[in-house]
């Protein structure tokens, strides 16, 4: 049986994901330093095989004896995530991304090189934001990176951690860039559950600029079910794009929600526009889908619909949720 280590356990795909794993009979360890973007453990599938240890990665003292236990798979996705937060603080934002992934790669390597645990394989979670703006086609694995946020330049240089722990000490290390998620769990700050809580609220919804912005969007149980193919089918050395192929701009998006709840597209407003904000992202996900035989099972509106109703029937996770969050953004461009 495997014994996975996950960063991050606690956010927004990390819940879904050990959620998920659970499900499979692994044995599944969590290490997150719990902010307010966290899910509370509460709201975690129990098992007797998962354990779960509130802790900062970069605090190398606590970390090590967790190491030593000695894990099959590590899934590194801790990481501040949210590119308007970013650009408030971007020194401390990016800082923190990278200093946490290079303390935390670097502890493993030394444990490693001392033989006190075996070189687990390492599934390095990154991000289709890496590429920037796309004017037209799609990004491959090789195409340029070019970011644009403190957010995505932090994932980048995260991305170029792993790679020379990878080429220069030998670890063994996959990354994946994936693209945009949406389902249970993720914190109303975000574009979609904010959209579906608002109309809940009959409140107005806010749109970034004319709405024109566009992304690639998964459902996060197909991502789940993408990162269990590569722990199963671990691939050394390789990057991979994980993508729906799904591209709708931000109004798109909302007017779909709101006409599933039939919720008024009056009650859309559009606020300025967030600094260096990418026009467009679209992924080309053809090499892990011809490796694995994957796609994704969730068109936007399946998702959708799951969504909206998983919002609906989780009244206790919002309301722990809202303790902390008042329906604000957090910080002010």
């Known amino acids: 049986m495997k014994n996975i280590l996950i960063t991050g356990g606690s956010g927004f795909i990390g819940t879904n994901l050990v959620n998920y794993l659970n499900r499979k ?51 590194h996705l801790a990481a ?14 990016y800082l923190g991304n990278i200093n946490s992934t290079i303390n935390f790669y670097n502890e493993i390597n030394n444990l490693v090189k001392k033989n006190k645990i075996k070189k687990p394989n390492i599934i390095h979670i990154s991000t ?31 991305e170029n951690i792993a790679q020379f722990y990878l080429e220069t000490y030998g670890l063994n290390i996959c990354i994946l860039r994936i693209t945009n998620n949406f389902g249970p769990f993720q914190f109303p700050e975000k574009l979609i559950p ?14 970034y600029g004319k709405g024109k912005n566009i992304r690639e969007w998964i459902y996060v149980e197909d991502t789940c079910e993408a990162i269990y193919l590569i ?25 779909i929600i709101l006409k599933q709840l039939k919720y008024s597209n009056k009650n859309l407003i559009f606020v300025k526009d967030r600094p260096g904000h990418d026009l467009r992202y679209a992924l080309n996900s053809t090499s892990f889908r011809k490796r694995y035989k994957w796609r994704n099972k969730h068109s936007f ?6 969504t909206i109703s998983w919002y609906k029937n989780n009244k206790s996770w919002l309301s722990e949720i809202k303790k902390k969050y ?8």
């Open 128 to 158: 289709d934001e890496v590429y920037g703006s796309v004017k037209k086609g799609n990004t491959k694995e090789n195409s340029k990176i070019f970011t644009s946020s403190p957010y995505s330049a932090s994932k980048a240089s995260s």
């Open 231 to 255: 722990i199963k089918n671990f691939q050394n050395k390789e990057v991979f794009n994980i993508g729906s192929n799904i591209r709708l701009d931000n109004l798109m998006v909302s007017k």
């Open 326 to 333: 008042k329906d604000k953004r957090l910080g002010s461009l």
């Open 194 to 207: 904010k959209i579906i809580l608002r109309a809940f609220d009959k409140k107005k919804i806010p749109i």
């Open 25 to 75: 009979n692994f044995s599944i360890t969590n290490l997150d330093k719990q902010s307010i973007v966290s899910t509370p453990e509460k709201f975690k599938q129990e098992t007797t095989k998962y354990k779960f240890y509130k802790v900062n990665i970069d605090n190398i003292k606590k970390i090590r004896p967790i190491l030593l236990k000695n894990y099959n798979t590590i899934i």
């Open 301 to 306: 509106n399946k998702g959708i619909k799951k």
């Open 80 to 93: 501040e995530s949210h590119v308007d937060r970013s650009i408030d603080n971007p020194k401390n934002f």
